[in-house]
C-alpha cells in the first residue's frame, strides 16, 4: 500500500471536535448532530472509496466477510492508522461488528453534560455506508458501543441489506 | 464522565503516529461545505473558519506549552510569535514556517508566510469565491494562540502573488492591539 502523504494525528481530533463544537452549538438537538455527522461521513466515503480502490491495491472483495475485512483491516490502516477486529458475526453471514480499541478521533474528548447522547464518531458510519454504497453493497451501519459512553471498546454494527447487482453503465457514452 | 478516570488525569502522551492527510482534507472539506450552507459571502466564510480555527487554537496553547514547553508561556511579544513560527508551525505543518517579518509600514503588524499550506492543498477556488483561502482556517489557530496567550490581535490570511514564483504563498498577517504595544513599550528590552 502506498503510504502517501501524512500529517499529525493530533490535528485530526482537534479539527473533527471544532466541527462537532460547531454543529453542537448551530443546530438544536443532539439527534440531529448525530445525523449531520452522519450525513458528512457519507459525503466523505463516497468520495473516499476512489482513493480506496487507487491506492489499497486489495484484489475484489469475494462476499461480504470479505468486505469486512478488507474496511477493518485496509480501510482504517489506511485512514486512521488504526485496525479494527471484525467479530460477532451472526448466522447467516450479514451481520457483524467492527470492534475499535483505538479510536484516533476522541483523544482529548469527554462529553460534556447535556451530549450524552451524542455519538461523537458518528461520522465513520457514515464514511462506511457511502463507501461501501458505491461499490454496490448497501449497509446499515450504527454505533451500539461508545467508550464515550463509557463503554470498553468502539463497537460499530454492520448490517448488510442487499448486494445491488452489477449493471454496465450504458448510458455513459450517450 | 461515567466512573472513568478523568482526561486531565491521564498522562499527556508524546503525540502519537501520523494519519493519512486524506482523511484531513476529507473532514476539512465537510467543514467547509458545511459553513459554506451557513454564510452569504466570503468574507464571513473566512471569519466562520476562524472561529472553528480559534477553538482549535486554545487548546494547542496549552496543549503545546505543557508537553514541549516543560508546562511555561512565553510572555513577550518577539517570543510568543517565535513560538508560533516555529513550535507551532512545526506542529502543524511538520517545519518551521518560512518568514516572520514585521511590516515596514505598521510596526502592530507581524506576518507570517509559508507555501503551499497542506489546508489549500486540495481546494481549488471556485471563481465565484474569488479571494477565499481557506487558510482562515490557520490564521485562526493562531489567534486562538495570540489571544490567550495575553497577545489579542486580529489574524488574517492572504494569498501573495510573487512574479516568477508559481507556488502559493499564504501569508498570515497578525495584526496586534494597542494594548500590547503599550504593555510591551513599558517593559525592558529583552
Avoid at chain 2, 498570515?172 to 513599558?186: C, N, P, Q, T, Y
Wanted: proline content about 2%; overall charge negative; some cysteine.
Amino acid at each position: 500500500m502506498n503510504p502517501g502523504e501524512s500529517i499529525n494525528a493530533e490535528l485530526i481530533v482537534l479539527t473533527y471536535g471544532a466541527l462537532v463544537r460547531q454543529l453542537v452549538s448551530d443546530l438544536e438537538n443532539v439527534a440531529s448532530v448525530n445525523k449531520q455527522l452522519d450525513t458528512m461521513g457519507y459525503n466523505i466515503g463516497i468520495r473516499l472509496i476512489d482513493e480506496y480502490l487507487a491506492r489499497s491495491k486489495t484484489s475484489k472483495c469475494l462476499d461480504f466477510r470479505d468486505t469486512a475485512d478488507k474496511v477493518a483491516k485496509v480501510g482504517f490502516r489506511m485512514f486512521l492508522n488504526t485496525s479494527a477486529t471484525v467479530a460477532n458475526w451472526n448466522a447467516d453471514s450479514t451481520e457483524c461488528s467492527l470492534i475499535l480499541e483505538d479510536n484516533p478521533l476522541t483523544d482529548f474528548v469527554e462529553l460534556p453534560e447535556g451530549c450524552e447522547d451524542l455519538v461523537y464518531c458518528n461520522v465513520l458510519c457514515g464514511v462506511v455506508r457511502g463507501a461501501l454504497e458505491m461499490v454496490n453493497i448497501n449497509v446499515e451501519c450504527s454505533f451500539v458501543k461508545d467508550m464515550l459512553r463509557g463503554d470498553e471498546v468502539y463497537e460499530m454494527r454492520l448490517k448488510l441489506l442487499s448486494h445491488g447487482a452489477e449493471s454496465y453503465p450504458f448510458k455513459d457514452d450517450d | 464522565m461515567y466512573g472513568r478516570q478523568s482526561l486531565v488525569d491521564r498522562p499527556l502522551v508524546k503525540a502519537k503516529a501520523e494519519v493519512s492527510l486524506s482523511a484531513f482534507a476529507f473532514f476539512f472539506s465537510e467543514l467547509v461545505q458545511y459553513c459554506q450552507t451557513k454564510v452569504s459571502n466570503v468574507g464571513e466564510l473566512e471569519r466562520r473558519l476562524e472561529d472553528v480555527g480559534y477553538g482549535v487554537g486554545i487548546r494547542l496553547l496549552e496543549l503545546l506549552c505543557l508537553r514541549e514547553r516543560n508546562s511555561k508561556r512565553d510572555t513577550r511579544l518577539l517570543d510568543t510569535l517565535k513560538f508560533v513560527h516555529s513550535t507551532l508551525w512545526k506542529y502543524l505543518f511538520g517545519r518551521q514556517a518560512k518568514d516572520l517579518e514585521q511590516s515596514n509600514t505598521a510596526d502592530d503588524e507581524y506576518m507570517i508566510s509559508d507555501y503551499d499550506l497542506f489546508v489549500n492543498k486540495y481546494i481549488s477556488v471556485p471563481k465565484d469565491l474569488g479571494q477565499l483561502n481557506c487558510a482562515a482556517f490557520v490564521a485562526g489557530i493562531v489567534k486562538g494562540v495570540m489571544d490567550s496567550a495575553g497577545f489579542p490581535a486580529r489574524v488574517t490570511a492572504h494569498f501573495i502573488q510573487i512574479k516568477g514564483d508559481t507556488r502559493k504563498k499564504t501569508t498570515i498577517l497578525i495584526k496586534l492591539d494597542s494594548s500590547v504595544l503599550a504593555r510591551e513599550a513599558g517593559l525592558p528590552a529583552v
